[in-house]
């Protein structure tokens, strides 16, 4: 089993800055791809950002590209998600999940491992 625990989230005014950081552990951890989704409230579960098993590849939604950074350190098996310039609708609870086999992917299903959560609320 894998188990994974995201922490750094908050709260933070429009236009400021978080890191979220995703700590791995289990038995069964290798360095999986890995990806951030995020849910509103009343909204489904969202793609945010996935990065590859040895970081060299990243992928984005839309709506987070060139203000999110996602990168990982598999010495310390984190992942984060730097996010940058935040915007009141980009308040949600954010979950990281590793993928357990194939590349990077920005479907949720296609996910084997979740976090609990970490809440971000922006204030406008």
């Known amino acids: 089993q894998v188990q994974l625990v995201e922490s750094g989230g908050g709260l933070v005014q429009a236009g400021g800055s978080l890191r979220l950081s995703c700590a791995a552990s289990?038995?069964?951890?290798?360095?999986?791809?890995m990806g951030w989704f995020r849910q509103a409230p009343g909204k489904e579960r969202e793609f945010v950002a996935a990065?590859?098993?040895?970081?060299?590849?990243?992928h984005y939604a839309d709506s987070v590209k060139g203000r999110y950074t996602i990168s990982r350190d598999n010495a310390k098996k984190t992942v984060y998600l730097q996010m940058r310039g935040l915007k009141f609708e980009d308040t949600a609870v954010y979950y990281c999940?590793?993928?357990?086999?194939?590349?990077?992917?920005?479907?949720?299903?296609?996910?084997?491992?979740w976090g609990q959560g970490t809440q971000v609320t922006v204030s406008s």
């Open positions: 289990g038995r069964t951890y290798s360095p999986f791809p």
């Open positions: 990065i590859s098993w040895n970081g060299g590849t990243t």
């Open positions: 999940a590793a993928r357990a086999g194939g590349g990077l992917s920005p479907h949720l299903y296609e996910y084997d491992y």
